[in-house]
């Protein structure tokens, strides 16, 4: 019995490990920091690679996307409020390059907006950087911080 616990106390540690790695569905970190992503075609042993992030973020994003095209709505996704939805397009035939094409996109966008967002937030402390933003609200040109 003694044996039996210890063996799921060590599977449960293991499994917070995993997840504490592994934040997301079909994303793993490089040994030097980068997330990368990655699927599995249905029904072979071939692999679509998504490519390689700065963020885990933007690398579940383009697993998400991936994932969508290939299995469609019934889909396990990492952020399944933000998947866009395409009347037109038959999301079922779609090739394994322009499936690689629109997850790198999107992956590619995510990846480029978090890490201005974290450049802008370590650059800039300011009493308004506990604030969110209103992104509904334009710029106002008269409170720019540019003096051209």
């Known amino acids: 019995m003694e044996g039996d ?22 994303i793993r970190m490089r040994k030097w ?3 990368v ?6 029904n072979k042993r071939s692999r679509i690679w998504l490519g390689s992030y700065t963020t885990p973020i933007a690398a579940a994003r383009a697993y998400d996307t991936a994932v969508f095209y290939l299995r469609g709505p019934s889909a396990r996704l990492n952020f399944p409020e ?6 037109d397009d038959d999301v079922r035939d779609m090739s394994a390059a322009s499936i ?11 990846d480029a907006l978090q890490t201005s967002l974290h450049a802008s937030s370590q650059s800039k402390p300011s009493s308004r950087a506990s604030e969110p933003p209103d992104l509904n609200e334009y710029p106002n040109p008269e409170n720019s911080d540019d003096d051209d």
């Open 5 to 26: 616990f210890s063996t799921s106390t060590e599977k449960r540690k293991q499994r917070q490990q995993q997840q504490q790695e592994k934040p997301y569905r079909g």
């Open 100 to 110: 690689r094409k629109k997850a790198t996109e999107v992956g590619a966008r995510v």
């Open 82 to 87: 933000l998947v866009f939805h395409e009347e």
């Open 37 to 42: 992503a990655e699927i599995r075609e249905p």
């Open 33 to 35: 920091g980068k997330w």
